[in-house]
């Protein structure tokens, strides 16, 4: 007589148990994940900047010890390319030689896509054909190409307000010192850096808007600086106070080669000549 072995399956209230830990464990790992894979972007924004660095230092080696003229004489610092009924220029003229790609002007963290096309009066560009200036688009078209960085070689258009200086009469207020960007006139390295600035012109108004993640940020269709925290008059007095906009991991560019990693918090505040913003650029002791 043959005895078949009775096989034994899982039982409903085990599979429940299995279906538990797993979500569990899921639960546990999702967040560790998003925190790893927040890291890897940014290691890859500080590749681009080193990228960026390594391209424009090229430029100054092969240009007599100069920086690129800077694409825009007013107070953005983040555009590629402006109109030129404006008077301005775009950076790919100089400098596509050296950085052929847009990519690495952009953070990962941003917006940005490099295949998403605009239209341009009947025209369809990708922002790489943006970039190069194709078909010389922005010379008929009243527009801006601006990127996550902040662009400041040869950049004289922010003043830097002493800290503590709020004195509002003009004969004992101590005057803004002007930022000046790299070059034979100063000792400042500083090329550029993620993009940190407080404005009271954007809606929603009185914003902090960043082209990196923070925790209690929203996150906006900006392509350039996607994260923002929006409040009331004076917002900008809270990142004395708020851990959360002093604690942003942000990257700076220097023509040494190097790229430094440093706190929202340590910041230096610089103010646009035009008023719409200030821009908060790495600690002074680091541009030297």
Request: glycine letters at 6%.
């Amino acid at each position: 007589m043959v005895f078949m072995k009775k096989q034994k399956g899982f039982t409903l209230i085990e599979l429940l148990v299995v279906i538990s830990i797993i979500a569990l464990l899921v639960s546990i790992l999702m967040p560790a994940l998003s925190k790893a894979r927040e890291k890897a972007k940014l290691v890859v924004c500080s590749s681009n900047q080193h990228q960026l660095v390594l391209g424009v230092i090229a430029y100054h080696s092969d240009n007599d010890g100069n920086f690129p003229p800077h694409s825009t004489k007013v107070a953005r610092p983040n555009l590629l390319a402006r109109n030129k009924n404006t008077g301005d220029d775009y950076q790919y003229r100089y400098i596509g030689k050296y950085l052929p790609e847009v990519n690495v002007f952009n953070c990962p963290m941003s917006n940005f896509d490099a295949q998403s096309r605009w239209d341009f009066g009947g025209q369809e560009y990708t922002y790489q054909q943006l970039y190069e200036n194709k078909d010389d688009w922005f010379a008929s078209v009243q527009t801006d190409l601006s990127c996550s960085y902040v662009l400041l070689w040869s950049y004289e258009k922010y003043a830097a307000f002493p800290a503590n200086n709020s004195d509002n009469n003009p004969d004992t207020r101590i005057p803004p010192k002007p930022f000046m960007g790299p070059g034979k006139r100063t000792k400042n390295k500083l090329l550029v850096c993620d993009s940190f600035y407080f404005s009271n012109a954007l809606t929603p108004q009185n914003r902090w808007t960043c082209n990196h993640k923070f925790k209690g940020a929203s996150k906006s269709s900006s392509k350039t600086n996607p994260y923002y925290v929006a409040g009331s008059p004076g917002l900008e007095t809270e990142l004395d106070t708020n851990t959360d906009l002093q604690n942003i991991p942000l990257n700076a560019g220097y023509s040494d080669g190097s790229v430094r990693r440093y706190q929202s918090g340590e910041s230096v505040r610089q103010q646009a000549v035009s008023g719409w913003a200030a821009t908060y650029l790495p600690p002074i002791q680091m541009w030297k």
